[in-house]
């Protein structure tokens, strides 16, 4: 029986809750200026290209052998269907319910149909990005009812592309896949007039693009690095290998604006080629035990329900702030609300986790292996 990664899920966790606080302090800007220390969330974006890499280890690790051998293509998508799809649609339906709350209206005050909103549902349930006559918001989101719902999008992608043609090739053309992957990623990072690579959320040509090639280096890289690491089998590291690791995360994803486009961009690339895969390679190598073994495993198995949930509320967020006053005008800072925010959205993952998303798992599980 393999090994399970106990810190590698630990750490999707962390990088799940940095995402949480980057969206509830940064996304509020246009209505709230936070104090300096809020802002040092900045980079926590960039936690979805660590989810992608560390997708695309896991991935390698536990399918690489079974696709040759015992499981169909078919089974393979049934397995990423069944971990992934509940909450998708958990995370529409709670995202329609928020949008209801606001009054079916867009960022701008337009009102929206009853017939458009059942339409981007509709889509949003089979993960199909919304056309720009259905952006129900009014700020060009493929998912207008759930924002970071462009990155499971691009995780599907990444799994039918890894089961259809990255798991196939050698390691040696997916050295070479990642090599050109990362001089387009960096390439369009660096020439792009915004610079960087927080692109993939819109429905505009030139963002889909940039998030497509994020996946398209990240997936490739997380696989080529599970494969390096069941060749070379490095020896386990002892001691406190989550808390090293999760203090790294936390500070690259922490930082502040860097003040520039160029060195921000650099700082971008330096993290997604070299930071991020150098802590799912240690992080790979440590373990953990007892109580601590059950935190760590609880807060990975935490981090998809709060990824797939939290948006609306911050969609809730910031509709209550902007109608409350809070612009540029030196109110106080709304530190109840956001925290009332951060609560609700871990209380509601929480609840999704134990009560929907794992016994339905368990259930269509138990039905397909049947």
């Known amino acids: 029986m393999k090994p399970r990664y106990d810190i590698l899920d630990g750490l999707r966790g962390v990088a ?11 996304d509020a800007k246009s209505f709230v200026v936070w104090p300096t220390v809020v802002d040092e969330f900045y980079h926590s974006f960039l936690g979805v290209d660590f989810f992608f890499i560390l997708s695309g280890f896991v991935m390698g690790y536990a399918y690489d052998e079974r696709l040759k051998t015992d499981m169909t293509l078919g089974n393979f998508i049934k397995r990423r269907l069944i971990r992934l799809h509940p909450m998708v649609v958990m995370g529409v339906l709670i995202g329609a319910l928020a949008f209801a709350i606001q009054g079916f209206t867009k960022w701008d005050g337009t009102q929206v149909s009853i017939e458009a909103l059942m339409l981007t549902v509709l889509l949003g349930l089979f993960l199909i990005p919304s056309p720009t006559s259905l952006d129900v918001r009014g700020n060009t989101e493929a998912f207008p009812l759930n924002g970071p ?3 499971l999008f691009v995780e599907y992608v990444g799994s039918l592309l890894y089961c259809l043609l990255l798991q196939r090739i050698s390691t040696k053309w997916l050295r070479v896949w990642v090599a050109c992957s990362i001089v387009s990623i960096a390439g ?22 940039g998030g497509a090639l994020r996946m398209l280096y990240a997936y490739p890289m997380g696989l080529l690095m599970a494969r390096v690491f069941r060749e070379r089998q490095p020896k386990p590291i002892h001691g406190h ?19 520039n486009k160029d060195t921000e961009t650099i700082y971008q690339l330096v993290c997604i080629f070299s930071f991020f895969p150098t802590i799912i390679w240690y992080g790979a190598r440590g373990g953990v035990s ?11 198995r935490l981090s998809y329900p709060l990824y797939a949930v939290h948006f609306p509320l ?7 702030i902007a109608r409350s006053g809070y ?8 530190w109840i609300p956001a925290l009332i925010t951060l609560a609700a959205s871990l209380l509601i993952a ?20 049947n």
């Open 16 to 26: 799940a809750i940095m995402v949480l606080l980057y969206h509830v302090f940064n």
């Open 149 to 151: 719902h462009w990155s």
């Open 188 to 209: 369009f990072a660096l020439l792009t007039e915004e610079g960087g690579i927080a692109y993939g959320w819109s429905s505009e040509p030139m963002n889909l693009c």
């Open 241 to 259: 290998m989550f808390l090293l690791c999760s203090i790294g995360l936390v500070v690259l994803m922490g930082l502040p604006f860097l003040g």
């Open 290 to 300: 007892g109580w601590r073994q059950k935190a760590v495993s609880f807060l990975g």
């Open 314 to 320: 911050v969609y809730l967020y910031i509709s209550w």
């Open 327 to 334: 612009t540029y005008s030196g109110h106080s800072q709304p």
């Open 350 to 369: 929480t609840i999704c986790l134990l009560y929907y998303d794992e016994p339905i798992r368990k259930k269509l599980n138990e039905k397909n292996d």
